[in-house]
């Protein structure tokens, strides 16, 4: 292989390993943010804020007043209507007893929806921290092997061509000797 072929392998080489750095420095720069971010959701993930989860509850605590708000209209209606009004007592003290009991209901399941979400977050960034050196790894890394071969190829080619110039050395001696009639054995 020529000087001009070695010199490529050797200015690919650094090329290589100078855009490794760099790479290496950016990823430090991106990470310097991201982590510490990542790293706090894991932690402590936040799901939903405060105001959600009261506006979620406040919501389930409206629709179960109101529905059990009708039920006692209801009842009062029919018991002035059949001058009846302890007939109907029962009815009430049920509807209102099923309106608090699913409103208990719904307060566990906002808390546990906040929780699932809480465990996602979670996950999510711990996958992003894991992917994130992945990344940043393997691409630094894909570069350092480019400067290797590069180097690998160079070698390859000075010990070809150091190969070639023994191997032509010892022609030499070959021819020599057996043209002077002395060193060659019979």
Request: hydrophobic share 35%; no cysteine; charged share 10%.
């Amino acid at each position: 292989m020529g000087k001009g072929a070695n010199q490529q392998l050797l200015s690919n080489s650094g090329t290589a390993q100078d855009n490794s750095k760099q790479l290496s420095s950016q990823a430090q720069g991106v990470n310097n943010y991201l982590t510490p971010t990542l790293e706090a959701e894991a932690n402590n993930p936040q799901g939903y804020s405060p105001s959600q989860m009261a506006y979620m509850n406040t919501a389930s605590q409206q629709s179960l007043g109101g529905g059990a708000a009708a039920s006692t209209g209801e009842a009062n209606l029919a018991a002035a209507r059949t001058r009846n009004a302890g007939g109907f007592a029962g009815a009430v003290g049920t509807a209102d007893r099923g309106a608090q009991k699913q409103m208990s209901q719904n307060a566990v399941g906002i808390q546990a929806q906040q929780a699932q979400l809480q465990q996602q977050q979670r996950q999510q960034a711990l996958q992003s921290l894991q992917s994130l050196y992945g990344i940043d790894e393997n691409t630094a890394l894909g570069y350092l092997n480019n400067s290797n071969t590069a180097l690998n190829d160079e070698n390859a080619a000075s010990g070809a061509a150091s190969a070639l110039k023994v191997s032509q050395i010892a022609g030499g001696m070959w021819s020599s000797g057996a043209s002077s009639g002395g060193g060659s054995a019979s």
